[in-house]
């Protein structure tokens, strides 16, 4: 299984199993350059982006991201595209169950996937071109901490999630995604709600040798225009001013976009070619499923994987500032173990109604509990069996002046996405 924030502290596989397995495998994920990506939020959109910059430059890629929408193929992508995921599964199999067999114990399906991704990129890259490594949960004890000091390690806004696993305040979570930070690595923070967690950073950085930048002293953005489909922004730094353009939506995607440039620019000093217009094309032609992503109009339909209160405040800042509409209704469902209140009350501010759904998922909450812990926040809470039934019943509702948004769960995402766009929903999301 995965590692699970609603199942155990303890995580199913650890660290030494995790490089034990690597070693059966001749210990693929050495011979590339690395950037190792954590956070709270944002880390998935940061290392497309970085990925997007190098491969405009003209670098081999390799990228490992999770989880997924739809595909485990997403996870694991070989110069933008896709891999034959069970194509290398057979490869590697045997390690796996040697390892599963000896006195290391249970190897998770996160682990698989990691070993999965430096084998099939050894196979493609050998010893040329860089990695972009998303980590899976927190820092120093994620199956990703296999490297002895990444080229790069970004580390993007921490809050509270996982808090089970992690700790109960941001100092501690940040402790354990610092763990990340090697001896000789550039270590690129993004600006930080908690001043408190840049000062554990700084301290990591001077216990290990690493070299700091802070985004928010070297670079500053403005954005332009607005639009459904995506939106220009300035970025203001090294080298002055530049404008640039996304199709995400979000002043949060902007900040990203800004740490992707802040990174690029390491990515200079460690060897890769990239020129301005590489890093521009890089950002312009990076598009993530499942973040504000507008899947239809009269009335607007979004989805959107705010899965903690952090993530769902930003995702209240996009509808309001990015997109025109009347009344909102949010379609809701939630895994267990995510702070459903604190959700709640982010999102209360402009709802019309929320629909809590249940989903295929045994962790996930039953839309009664959902629904219960609402009900003081709403004006309008309903129940609905799934997301496909949610969506139907505010589009009930709805005018085309109105707005509905599905959000709360990768999970309800992936069935959004398969109900409007016809997308296919294949394996394990966490």
């Given at each position: 299984m ?9 995580p ?35 290392s ?33 595209e ?29 682990g ?9 990129t ?59 930070i ?22 990591r ?165 959902m ?30 002046a ?29």
């Amino acid at each position: 299984m995965e590692r699970d924030s609603g199942a155990s502290a303890s995580p199913p596989m650890n660290l030494a199993s995790m490089r034990s397995l690597l070693r059966r495998l001749g210990d693929p994920q050495r011979g590339r350059k690395t950037v190792h990506v954590t956070g709270t939020n944002g880390k998935g959109s940061v290392s497309a982006m970085i990925e997007g910059i190098l491969r405009a430059a003209g670098e081999r890629t390799a990228l490992f991201t999770s989880p997924h929408l739809h595909s485990y193929a997403e996870r694991i992508r070989i110069d933008g595209e896709p891999v034959d995921v069970a194509e290398g599964l057979s490869a590697i199999r045997p390690a796996v169950e040697a390892e599963q067999e000896s006195a290391g114990g249970t190897v998770s399906t996160f682990g698989v996937l990691t070993a999965l991704f430096h084998w099939v990129t050894r196979d493609a890259l050998g010893d040329s071109g860089w990695q972009v490594v998303e980590v899976g949960l927190g820092g120093s004890f994620d199956a990703t901490n296999v490297y002895d000091g990444a080229e790069i390690v970004v580390i993007m806004p921490i809050g509270l999630d996982h808090t089970a696993i992690l700790g109960d305040t941001t100092v501690e979570i940040a402790r354990d995604k610092a763990g990340i930070i090697g001896r000789n690595s550039t270590c690129v923070l993004a600006p930080q709600p908690d001043p408190a967690v840049t000062q554990v950073v700084r301290e990591r950085c001077r216990e290990v040798g690493a070299e700091l930048r802070l985004v928010e002293e070297e670079w500053s953005t403005e954005v332009l225009e607005r639009y459904v489909f995506g939106q220009s922004f300035l970025m203001h730094g090294l080298g002055g001013t530049r404008e640039f353009r996304t199709p995400m939506l979000g002043a949060h995607q902007v900040g990203n976009a800004a740490t992707a440039v802040a990174v690029a620019h390491e990515l200079r000093d460690c060897g890769a070619n990239i020129d301005d217009e590489a890093i521009t094309g890089g950002i312009a032609r990076t598009r993530i499923a499942g973040r504000l992503e507008v899947m239809g109009q009269d009335p607007l339909l979004v989805a959107d994987g705010a899965h903690n209160p952090a993530a769902a405040a930003i995702l209240v800042e996009g509808l309001r500032e990015y997109l025109e509409w009347r009344r909102c209704f949010f379609v809701l469902g939630v895994m267990g173990g995510k702070d459903l209140p604190g959700m709640g009350y982010k999102l209360a501010g402009l709802s019309s109604g929320v629909w809590c759904c249940g989903l295929t998922s045994q962790r996930a909450l039953d839309p009664a509990e959902m629904a219960f812990e609402l009900a003081s926040m709403m004006p309008q809470v309903e129940q609905a069996g799934s997301v496909a039934e949610g969506i139907e019943e505010a589009r009930r509702q709805a005018t085309e002046a109105d707005l509905i948004c599905v959000t709360g769960s990768l999970y309800a995402v992936a069935e959004a996405r398969s109900v409007i766009l016809g997308k296919s929903v294949q394996g394990h999301k966490s």
